[in-house]
T-cell receptor
Framework: SQQGEEDPQALSIQEGENATMNCSYK?????LQWYRQNSGRGLVHLIL?????REKHSGRLRVTLDTSKKSSSLLITASRAADTASYFC??????????FGPGTRLSVLP | DSGVTQTPKHLITATGQRVTLRCSPR?????VYWYQQSLDQGLQFLIQ???????AKGNILERFSAQQFPDLHSELNLSSLELGDSALYFC????????????FGEGSRLTVL
């Protein structure tokens, strides 16, 4: 089945630095989504990028998609302590549901 | 607030018991998804319903069942509970299928003792 795999598993940075997380997947997709989860809370949708898009921005978030490499990256610029969370990529699975990767745990230190 | 409501928020029960988790999707969303999140397994897709009909099935155990009612709320029934069933169970809803974003509830934390 299609599955996103985030990298790194954990990332620790200082406030103000940029954080980059990567996602690799296995088969063709029509879109890829990024979600955020604060500890023990529900996932929150951040951004959706379609297969015909290469880059998308939303506030301090920048997502890229490289369909030839089957990979995506999420960049958070000027990180804040409040960005501390787990970040997941999600890919459609046979058009019926979404498959989530294991996530990247981001810690932003004040 | 995502608009998706899950109850109960926390549940502690014993092995062998049966519990029911409830989910009310966002107003107008026809699709409901159930996911299980545990420390060692990550976020696992269990089952999806669309407008009352089962649409897709994932790694859902035979001891688990779900349904979506005419008012679109959904229930996940877990029976013959085992210690390993302890996890966060999330419900999510969307207007359509894979072309839209998922809106997650805050989850039901199940602890099986």
């Amino acid at each position: 089945s299609q599955q996103g795999e985030e990298d790194p598993q954990a990332l620790s940075i200082q406030e103000g630095e940029n954080a980059t997380m990567n996602c690799s997947y296995k088969t063709s997709i029509n879109n890829l989504q990024w979600y955020r989860q604060n500890s023990g809370r529900g996932l929150v949708h951040l951004i959706l990028i379609r297969s015909n898009e290469r880059e998308k921005h939303s506030g301090r978030l920048r997502v890229t998609l490289d369909t030839s490499k089957k990979s995506s990256s999420l960049l958070i610029t000027a990180s804040r302590a409040a960005d501390t969370a787990s970040y997941f990529c999600a890919t459609p699975n046979y058009g019926q549901n979404f498959v989530f990767g294991p996530g990247t745990r981001l810690s932003v230190l004040p | 607030d995502s608009g998706v409501t899950q109850t109960p928020k926390h549940l502690i029960t014993a092995t062998g018991q049966r519990v029911t988790l409830r989910c009310s999707p966002r107003s107008g969303d026809l699709s409901v998804y159930w996911y299980q999140q545990s420390l060692d397994q990550g976020l696992q897709f269990l089952i999806q319903y669309y407008n009352g009909e089962e649409r897709a099935k994932g790694n859902i155990l035979e001891r688990f069942s779900a349904q979506q009612f005419p008012d679109l709320h959904s229930e996940l029934n877990l029976s013959s509970l085992e210690l390993g069933d302890s996890a966060l169970y999330f419900c999510a809803s969307s207007v359509v299928g894979e072309s839209g974003e998922l809106f997650f509830g805050e989850g039901s934390r199940l602890t099986v003792l």
